[in-house]
């Protein structure tokens, strides 16, 4: 089971040039897959639960996304949590950290001016087509075609994590039980995969998210978080359209 | 300006956890403009200390407020009364709600009434123990609004991940159709 990346560049480049970008940015993603994906006996990921590779043989990526998981544990005060489900499962960070490094490689390659959503996880960078900041909607928890809030964001992250789309299978990892209180909780800020971990970390820990939440605004992580009965709240320096 | 768009199916392993997809879902009851102090303060619960039964507390009826409290089915019934429904005029004065218990500590809401309308409202909140450092944080930093069900124009839309199956459906897929 995957998910969907949508790329999109707003530079003003040749097409050739544009589909290039894409390509290697498709290349990158794909492999990632291959190398974390919990459900390839042969990736790394595999290969390290099943101690055939040792922390010394890893990978300086893999190395990477296993301390920043632990970093995260910490932070987090244990909610985000890479062994939430028994075996290591870095997935919840591999994510972001992976289309912050296509994005990185897009500038690199020349791309000031693009949006990467995977699977509803963004990262922009630069002005959009319209020449204004990108504008992203942070999907309504309960009407899949609507939106509860509009952001005008540039060269920043936006990670949602909800209910929604798993049901109860949101845990948190502390208790064991069923993530309760929360239904959706947005994440905007400097790096990808931090806010998508933070988001993550919010839903687990249910309402009390909220106020942990605004410990991350000095940080320069803003949000915003819907609880399961309708109540929506945001930071003030939330970056809300217009 | 020329611009650019792909989806690439089928990669990364973020949402490899999920089972279960569900597109709709019947609406919450949303709450409209519910004075936030008093909102926040209830947490979990709904803030029952409704202004209008704070005059008649002395008519224990609906004083058993921890009872209640807990089933937040009854949040919409609650919503509308609160501000008007004190048909026989409040009395100056400054009340105080019973204290209520709630997972995250005690919380006790207060109203003043001047002039047979509430001029002010406040509640006071944990101040030792493990809810003293998640209270206070939510009720500064975090601002209590509406939840909107809006339909903007939009670049990209962001949610709780969604897998290949339920993209198909999605608002995302959408604007990558029309930017194809």
Redesign the interface.
């Known amino acids: 089971?995957?998910?969907?990346?949508?790329?999109?560049?707003?530079?003003?480049?040749?097409?050739a040039v544009?589909?290039t970008m894409?390509g290697d940015?498709?290349q990158w993603?794909?492999e990632?897959?291959r190398r974390?994906?919990?459900?390839r006996d042969d990736s790394e990921v595999s290969r390290f639960r099943r101690r055939e590779l040792t922390l010394e043989e890893c990978s300086p990526d893999m190395r990477h996304v296993l301390e920043a998981c632990a970093d995260l544990w910490r932070e987090t005060d244990g909610y985000f949590d890479a062994y939430a489900?028994g075996p290591l499962?870095p997935?919840?960070y591999?994510?972001g950290w992976?289309v912050e490094i296509a994005s990185a490689r897009l500038a690199e390659a020349g791309s000031v001016r693009h949006?990467v959503?995977?699977?509803?996880?963004?990262r922009?960078r630069g002005l959009?087509?319209s020449g204004k900041p990108?504008?992203?909607?942070?999907?309504?928890p309960?009407?899949?075609?609507?939106?509860?809030?509009?952001l005008s964001v540039t060269d920043c992250a936006?990670?949602?994590?909800?209910?929604?789309?798993?049901?109860d299978?949101v845990v948190n990892p502390r208790s064991g039980k069923p993530a309760r209180?929360l239904?959706?909780v947005?994440v905007v800020g400097p790096d990808l995969a931090i806010a998508d971990a933070y988001a993550t970390a919010a839903l687990a820990m249910g309402?009390?998210g909220?106020?942990?939440?605004?410990?991350l605004?000095p940080d320069g992580y803003e949000?915003a978080?819907?609880t399961?009965?309708?109540?929506?709240?945001?930071?003030?320096g939330l970056p809300a359209?217009v | 300006m020329r611009r650019s768009t792909a989806a690439a199916v089928g990669t990364l392993t973020g949402a490899a956890l999920i089972v279960g997809v569900r597109l709709s879902v019947s609406a919450p009851a949303v709450p409209t403009a519910a004075p936030p102090a008093v909102d926040l303060a209830g947490s979990g619960q709904d803030a029952k200390p409704d202004p209008t039964k704070k005059p008649s507390s002395k008519k224990p009826a609906k004083n058993d407020a921890d009872d209640d409290a807990d089933d937040a089915g009854a949040s919409s019934d609650n919503e509308g009364s609160s501000g008007e429904a004190g048909g026989s005029g409040l009395k100056d004065g400054v009340y105080k709600g019973a204290a209520v218990r709630n997972p995250y500590g005690t919380i006790q809401v207060s109203i003043k009434v001047q002039g047979g309308k509430i001029t002010a409202a406040d509640a006071t909140y944990p101040t030792a123990g493990e809810s003293a450092t998640i209270n206070p944080p939510a009720v500064t930093a975090l601002k209590q609004e509406t939840l909107k069900a809006q339909s903007a124009e939009v670049n990209a839309v962001s949610g709780a991940t969604f897998t290949s199956e339920s993209y198909v459906k999605s608002l995302q897929a959408a604007i990558d159709d029309a930017n194809a």
């Open positions: 089971m995957g998910t969907v990346v949508s790329i999109d560049l707003a530079d003003e480049l040749p097409p544009l589909e894409i940015t498709c993603l794909h990632v897959d974390f994906s919990t459900y489900a499962d997935s919840g591999v994510k992976s949006c959503n995977a699977g509803g996880d963004i922009v959009a087509a990108w504008r992203v909607g942070i999907r309504h309960w009407e899949a075609d609507k939106l509860s809030w509009v936006v990670a949602t994590s909800g209910t929604y789309e798993r049901g299978h209180g239904r959706s947005t309402e009390p909220i106020g942990w939440l605004a410990k605004v949000s978080a819907v399961e009965d309708g109540r929506a709240f945001s930071t003030a359209a």
